[in-house]
């Protein structure tokens, strides 16, 4: 499983950088596709306790703004999303962990299609014993019950940077790295914050959600 | 989407677990007491009908950093070790209220993983506590409480804070002497001379807050002198290591959840005086004392030994050590705890 999502997680992109290589990709053409991206990343709670997280952008709105330079024009483009995601990694020994959450995420890309990504989210932190677990009776003898878990509810906040690539005309393929802390509330008797980073890709395909069109407001200076 | 999560949810219940060769124990359990999910992490030889149960110090610590070093390694090939995660420190996890931390309750949560021990591994299996720094607090109050001290064979108490209140004053008289000492041998005489000017002025019928910050911060860092001018003995590196990044132990976790419930105990633990109860104490006891352990003085190994009502009681002070014999000495360490184990299991 671990060697699994190492692989992919860094053959996907590998993948797709010696593609694009190949290719020599110039264009530089940016359109939100009518499926929603979906996005597939290795998960490394604490960087090394291995997992995969899965999820998908529902694009809101788009601000593309337009600038005039001496020599030529510069475009960058802002979007507003949602993203929905399931997570789920194995710390050894310890736990394994669920995460369903959605962020709210605000990404900028720039002319060369270069982005950088904030979000605020929202989640559900589940964590899963590992072992069984035994617990004291009322009567002060104690009992195996197997398999437990706790939930949390877990806001985060991620910082993401990446480059997005056109390898086949409408289906483009991003790139990223991903930083996030989650809080995970009413831990113990406070709170605890959890550190995880992300290596993953997100592809346009010609299936999937449909998203239909998105707003976007158009700027020039 | 939603059968993906089904799998995974599946994946996550039923995977499967290996069968534990009870010679060489590596397993981790879990302790659910009063909405805390306590791990407890079993390494060693259970053949034995021997458990070592690791009591952390801090609070604040985890019990898997007590297995790092060379002492635990003949002690796992000989016994099985539990290394407990105290409520609200290292992996714990759990729903409970501030009101629920507190030292009465972490004897309870003791007291559940004991009785974990014996209704998971056998009756016939003997527990002996091993408990450090703040742990020394912990079980001594378990130890006091009750008749909870028949649930263990022993009692090993190193380096343990059981009176706080004595624990500042003798840290201040400790550091005077000492400085004294290593002045006239012309030991890093500098520093020894900052020490004596600060450590004079404090007041010991009014050592405040602050003061006993500092005492803490002071008793490590003359460690380092005293090692460096070969007064104590240095670790030996190798041994039982748990990874940082691969390990159970999620450091960041451990740190923050750990630093929080220290906060939570804080006042209580600054607080307790368990010297005028020791005398409850009947079980064999051994207690192990770092010779230049400022922050937890000797006198306190002193205390116990002097004040339990147990017939078989030891006390041994290492002469090169400070508040962590079982680095500082552990070929020693390692060998003093093993003969009180096969004198009593």
Redesign the interface.
């Given at each position: 499983m671990k060697k699994l999502i190492i692989i992919l997680s860094f053959l996907i992109p590998l993948g797709i950088l010696a593609q694009e290589q190949e290719k020599e990709v110039t264009d530089k053409e940016f359109k939100l596709g009518e499926y929603a991206p979906m996005y597939v990343s290795y998960y490394g709670?604490?960087?090394?306790?291995p997992g995969i997280k899965?999820g998908f952008d529902w694009n809101l709105l788009m601000i593309e703004k337009t600038k005039a330079k001496k020599k030529r024009i510069k475009t960058i483009k802002k979007i507003l999303l949602v993203t929905p995601s399931?997570t789920?990694y194995s710390?050894?020994?310890?736990?394994?962990g669920?995460i369903i959450s959605t962020d709210l995420a605000w990404r900028r890309y720039s002319e060369k299609l270069f982005f950088r990504e904030v979000s605020l989210g929202a989640g559900y932190f589940r964590?899963?014993?590992?072992?069984?677990?035994?617990?004291?009776n009322d009567d002060?003898?104690?009992?195996?019950?197997g398999?437990?878990s706790?939930g949390y509810f877990a806001p985060s906040i991620s910082f993401a940077f990446g480059k997005r690539f056109i390898i086949k005309k409408g289906m483009p393929i991003s790139v990223f790295t991903k930083l996030n802390t989650n809080v995970l509330t009413?831990?113990?008797?406070?709170a605890?914050?959890?550190?995880s980073l992300e290596l993953g890709a997100r592809m346009t395909l010609d299936w999937g959600i449909n998203r239909g069109e998105i707003r976007t407001i158009t700027k020039s200076k | 989407m939603k059968y993906l999560y089904i799998l995974l949810i599946a994946f996550v219940l039923f995977s499967c677990e290996k069968e534990q060769d009870l010679g060489k124990l590596n397993e981790t359990i879990y302790v659910r007491n009063d909405g805390a999910d306590m791990p407890v992490y079993m390494r060693g030889n259970m053949n034995s009908k021997v458990v070592v149960l690791i009591v952390h110090g801090g609070p604040g610590g985890n019990g898997l950093e007590y297995r790092d070093g060379f002492w635990t390694v003949d002690l796992e090939e000989k016994y099985a070790m539990a290394y407990w995660d105290q409520r609200g420190q290292g992996m714990s996890q759990g729903h409970y209220s501030k009101s629920d931390v507190t030292v009465a309750k972490m004897v309870e949560d003791m007291d559940a993983v004991i009785e974990v021990l014996k209704a998971k591994y056998g009756n016939d299996v003997g527990v002996f506590a091993l408990g450090h720094s703040w742990g020394g607090t912990l079980t001594a109050k378990y130890m006091t409480t009750g008749n909870l001290q028949h649930n263990l064979k022993g009692w090993i108490e190193s380096n343990g804070a059981h009176d706080n209140l004595k624990n500042y004053i003798e840290a201040t008289k400790m550091f005077v002497n000492v400085a004294n000492e290593q002045i006239a041998l012309e030991n890093n005489i500098d520093n020894w001379e900052s020490i004596l000017d600060w450590v004079t002025a404090i007041d010991t019928n009014n050592i405040t807050y602050d003061q006993t910050v500092e005492l803490n911060e002071n008793a490590f860092e003359v460690e380092d002198w005293l090692l460096e001018d070969e007064v104590m003995q240095w670790g030996e590196a190798g041994g039982n290591e748990t990874s940082m990044f691969h390990g159970p132990i999620n450091p960041l976790t451990s740190f923050l959840i750990g630093s929080m419930t220290n906060g939570m105990l804080e006042e209580e633990v600054e607080a307790t005086t368990l010297t005028n109860e020791l005398y409850k104490i009947t079980i064999p006891v051994l207690a192990l004392w770092g010779k230049y352990d400022f922050v937890v003085p000797p006198t306190l190994g002193y205390d116990t030994y002097n004040n339990i009502s147990s017939t078989t009681k030891k006390l041994v002070i290492f002469e090169k050590s400070g508040h962590s014999p079982m680095n500082n000495e552990w070929r020693k360490f390692t060998d003093e705890v093993m003969l009180f184990i096969d004198a009593n299991k």
């Open positions: 709670n604490f960087v090394t306790h899965l399931i789920y710390h050894k020994a310890s736990h394994k669920l964590k899963f014993n590992s072992g069984e677990t035994w617990e004291t002060g003898t104690v009992s195996n019950i398999s437990t706790r009413g831990y113990d008797a406070s605890v914050a959890e550190l | -």
